[in-house]
Nanobody, 122 residues
């Protein structure tokens, strides 16, 4: 059974950095893409960043330039480092995985974590 467990959320002040972590287990994740999505209250879930097994990365425009996604294939973990956090980054952040290459469409991800709350105060 695939399990994704996120950690690293919390209440932070605007302008600081925060790193989210996701640990995946339950199967081999070779050739799987790993991604982060987020959902703010009253809004749809949106793509944040993704990384392929080969290391290719993609980012949403809203976080590009101030976020870095990385993965450790040996440990089945994916990190999302976010810098210069803004109040509009406040959301529940979800880790997701899918076979094949990354896509920004959340409906194409088969496995999801429970999410970790990030709240950015101004």
């Amino acid at each position: 059974q695939v399990q994704l467990v996120e950690s690293g959320g919390g209440l932070v002040q605007a302008g600081v950095s925060r790193t989210l972590s996701c640990a995946a287990s339950g199967r081999t994740f070779r050739n799987f893409a790993m991604a982060w999505f987020r959902q703010a209250p009253g809004k749809e879930r949106e793509f944040v960043a993704a990384i392929n097994w080969s290391g290719g990365k993609s980012y949403a425009e809203s976080v590009k330039g101030r976020s870095t996604i990385s993965r450790d294939n040996a440990k089945n973990t994916v990190l999302l480092q976010m810098n210069s956090l803004k109040p509009e980054d406040t959301a529940v952040y979800y880790c997701a995985v899918r076979g094949g290459n990354a896509t920004p469409r959340y409906g194409e991800y088969a496995y999801w974590g429970q999410g970790t709350q990030v709240t950015v105060s101004s």
